[in-house]
């Protein structure tokens, strides 16, 4: 945890129309409170067939200085349903769920939620946020 520090999250995000790929970029940062808390609104992801969206976040210091980076973060929720699901809605998601080239944040109220998860549905890379809400 950085006390005093920001944290920046950037989505890239593509999907196809009829003029072509579209490139989506969004930025939102958040700043950690005098114990290192934060929290920030991030989309889930939940897009169409063509559609593929990641998040990098990064965590700075009181100093401007970059501590953590994690990139092609994928969010999801702990549900096991929606994990499958979200992983096979497009290609790159497809390609990700088959390479784990991505991270996957999953959130989930108690850490024993994400344990319970089937085996298949867990990967080495999981990033496991505990929201204890």
Same mark, same amino acid.
């Given at each position: 945890?950085?006390?005093?520090?920001?944290?920046?999250?950037?989505?890239?995000?593509?999907?196809? =129309?009829?003029?072509?790929?579209?490139? /989506? +970029?969004?930025?939102?940062?958040?700043t950690t409170? &005098?114990?290192? #808390?934060?929290?920030?609104?991030?989309?889930?992801?939940?897009?169409?067939?063509?559609?593929?969206?990641?998040?990098?976040?990064?965590?700075?210091?009181?100093?401007?200085?970059?501590?953590?980076?994690?990139?092609?973060? =994928?969010?999801?929720?702990?549900d096991p /349903? +929606?994990?499958?699901?979200?992983?096979?809605?497009? &290609?790159?998601? #497809?390609?990700?769920?088959?390479?784990?080239?991505?991270?996957?944040?999953?959130?989930?109220?108690?850490?024993?939620?994400?344990?319970?998860?089937?085996?298949?549905?867990?990967?080495?890379?999981?990033?496991?946020?505990?929201?204890?809400?």
């Amino acid at each position: 945890l950085v006390s005093g520090g920001k944290i920046v999250a950037t989505l890239v995000g593509s999907d196809i =129309f009829d003029d072509g790929v579209q490139i /989506i +970029t969004q930025k939102v940062e958040a700043t950690t409170g &005098a114990d290192g #808390r934060w929290s920030m609104p991030l989309i889930v992801n939940g897009e169409g067939e063509g559609a593929s969206t990641s998040w990098s976040v990064e965590i700075f210091n009181e100093f401007a200085v970059s501590v953590y980076k994690v990139e092609n973060l =994928f969010i999801a929720t702990a549900d096991p /349903i +929606t994990l499958g699901d979200l992983e096979k809605i497009s &290609a790159a998601n #497809r390609i990700a769920a088959k390479e784990a080239v991505q991270s996957r944040l999953i959130v989930v109220t108690t850490y024993a939620e994400y344990i319970a998860l089937p085996a298949n549905q867990k990967r080495d890379n999981d990033v496991v946020l505990v929201s204890g809400v």
